[in-house]
């Protein structure tokens, strides 16, 4: 599985921690920046994460900014890009098996590394439960027009 991983200055600190965690599985990651914690504009760094994901690049990202929510608002505005903000291990994982989430956007301010690692460790890892929630994914992506 390959990894894209992104921040703003926000969530520069706990994106580098979970790049090296998830290097630590074994996994494949791409750090598509920032490279220090100056400030920086989210989008940014959201839009390269999700066009790995439109390429193929990368199975799945992970967005780190101060809460998540710029994050999750700015990758839902790419095509095929279901992001998911997830500050507990449950909505990580009903974000996967129902909604098929793609990108997962964190809080690097008001969650714990520890927090955050489980967090990421419950999406990588939860496949899409299929069925009735294809349906409905099916119902999200077509809003797309």
């Known amino acids: 599985m390959r990894i894209s991983i992104a921040s703003d ?9 979970l ?4 290097e630590g599985k074994g996994l494949g990651v791409v ?8 400030s920086v504009d989210y989008p ?3 839009k390269l994460v999700c066009e790995d994901i439109q390429s193929g690049e990368a199975d799945l990202g992970i967005l780190v900014c101060g809460t998540g929510i710029g994050m999750a608002i700015a990758a839902n505005k790419m095509a095929g ?6 500050t507990c291990v449950q909505f990580a994982h009903l974000a996967r098996e129902h909604n098929d989430a ?9 969650v714990a590394p520890s927090d ?4 990421v460790d419950e999406f990588i890892s939860t496949p899409f ?7 409905r994914v099916g119902k999200i992506m077509a809003l797309e027009g």
């Open 44 to 46: 940014d760094f959201a």
């Open 81 to 86: 890009i279901r992001a998911a903000n997830a």
């Open 129 to 135: 439960g299929g069925d009735r929630h294809a349906r």
């Open 102 to 110: 793609n990108v997962l956007t964190l809080s690097g301010r008001f």
């Open 31 to 38: 750090d598509r920046g920032p490279a220090t914690e100056e």
């Open 9 to 17: 200055h926000g969530g520069f600190e706990q994106k580098q921690q």
């Open 19 to 22: 790049a090296s965690h998830l």
């Open 116 to 119: 955050n690692e489980a967090i």
